[in-house]
Nanobody, 122 residues
Framework: QVQLVESGGGLVQAGGSLTLSCAAS????????MGWYRQSPGKQRELVAT???????NYADSVKGRFTISRDNAKNTVFLQMNSLKSEDTAVYYC????????????????WGQGTQVTVSS
C-alpha cells in the first residue's frame, strides 16, 4: 500500500509565496517520477510540474519562472515552491508519484495524494 500526503496549502495574497510538500510512503520499491497537478472548479486537472529521479524537470508554461519543483529522493518527498502567485493559480493541488511497489520487478503505476487547496486572493 502506498500513501501520498500533501501539506502546505492555504490562503495567500497575490504576489505572495507558498511551498507545498508531498511525502510518499508505504511499500515502495522505486519512485521514477513525482510531480504536481492542479484542478480548478469546472476545469480539467492539469500538469503543473514534474521531476524525475535524475533531476530533470518539466513545467507548465503558465508557471515557468515562478514555480520551482524539487525532490528529496532519499525521503521520497517532492516540493513545489510557488512565488509571484496569481489569482489564476487558485486550485486544488494534487501530488502524483509514478512508482513501483515492493518487491519490485513489476510495472510502475500512478498514485495520487488527496489534494491541498491553494487560494490566491487578488
Amino acid at each position: 500500500q502506498v500513501q501520498l500526503v500533501e501539506s502546505g496549502g492555504g490562503l495567500v495574497q497575490a504576489g505572495g509565496s507558498l511551498t507545498l510538500s508531498c511525502a510518499a510512503s508505504g511499500s515502495i520499491f522505486r519512485v521514477a517520477r513525482m510531480g504536481w497537478y492542479r484542478q480548478s472548479p469546472g476545469k480539467q486537472r492539469e500538469l503543473v510540474a514534474t521531476i524525475i529521479t535524475g533531476g530533470t524537470t518539466n513545467y507548465a508554461d503558465s508557471v515557468k519562472g515562478r514555480f520551482t519543483i524539487s525532490r528529496d529522493n532519499a525521503k521520497n518527498t517532492v516540493f513545489l515552491q510557488m512565488n509571484s502567485l496569481k489569482s489564476e493559480d487558485t486550485a486544488v493541488y494534487y501530488c502524483n508519484a509514478k512508482l513501483t511497489t515492493l518487491p519490485g520487478g513489476g510495472s510502475s503505476n500512478d498514485y495520487w495524494g488527496q489534494g491541498t487547496q491553494v487560494t490566491v486572493s487578488s
